[in-house]
Structures are given as structure tokens and as C-alpha cells.
């Protein structure tokens, strides 16, 4: 199973940006699916979740300024990010809970990163 994400870049402060990480490979189902961060010299932290019922958290920096969604038929999880600011400056990486068919366990699948960079 591989994660591919997508949609990093540059903005400018006050701008928006829309994550993808589509997960492929012979997936039987995904459980929940997370976006995580890391900016330089930091502990990656967790920025959103979101479950196979479309149940969402968020950490209270980006609560009312991103928003997590999936789209179960293309085992694909969006992160739609408004209002960035240059501390959302970081890499995005992508993580699922999958169960592989021949599986009766999930495991944990981690993408490759997407570069968001918010200028001031």
C-alpha cells in the first residue's frame, strides 16, 4: 500500500491551500485517516483525523481554519487549509489506518510529505 500527497506549495498569508493523499494498492479497508506536520527543528504533531463514519478532530491551532475529508470510494483524504498563517509553515504528511485484503489487522501507512510554505 503506498500514500501519494499532494497540493503543497507557496502562499501568501491569508491564503488557501487543498491537500490530497490518495492511498493505492490492495486495500480492503482504511479506518481512520490523519494528517500530521512538522516543521523544522519540531516533533511531527497531529492536525487532523478523520474516521471511516466522517467523525473529525482537529488540534485547536487549526480548528476553524482547516478542514479534513475523505472520499471513501477513492480511498483519498483531503486537507483544505484557509486563512494559513506563516506558522502553518511545515511538511504535511499523510497517515492511514489500512487492512490489506488476506489482513484481519490495520496497519499503519504513512505518504511521503508535501512542502507548505506561508510567506508573511
Known amino acids: 500500500v503506498q500514500l501519494q500527497a499532494s497540493g503543497g506549495g507557496l502562499v501568501q498569508a491569508g491564503g488557501s491551500l487543498r491537500l490530497s493523499c490518495a492511498a493505492s494498492?490492495?486495500?480492503?479497508?482504511?479506518?481512520?485517516m490523519r494528517w500530521y506536520r512538522q516543521a523544522p527543528g519540531k516533533p511531527r504533531v497531529l492536525v487532523a483525523s478523520?474516521?471511516?463514519?466522517?467523525?473529525?478532530n482537529y488540534a485547536d491551532s487549526v480548528k476553524g481554519r482547516f478542514g479534513i475529508s475523505r472520499d471513501n470510494a477513492k480511498n483519498t483524504v483531503y486537507l483544505q487549509m484557509n486563512s494559513l498563517k506563516p506558522e502553518d509553515t511545515a511538511v504535511y504528511h499523510c497517515?492511514?489506518?489500512?487492512?490489506?485484503?488476506?489482513?484481519?489487522?490495520?496497519?499503519?501507512?504513512w505518504g511521503q510529505g508535501t512542502q507548505v510554505t506561508v510567506s508573511s
Open positions: 478523520i474516521d471511516s463514519g466522517g467523525n473529525t
Open positions: 497517515n492511514a489506518d489500512v487492512q490489506r485484503y488476506g489482513d484481519s489487522f490495520y496497519y499503519s501507512s
Open positions: 494498492g490492495t486495500i480492503r479497508s482504511i479506518n481512520v
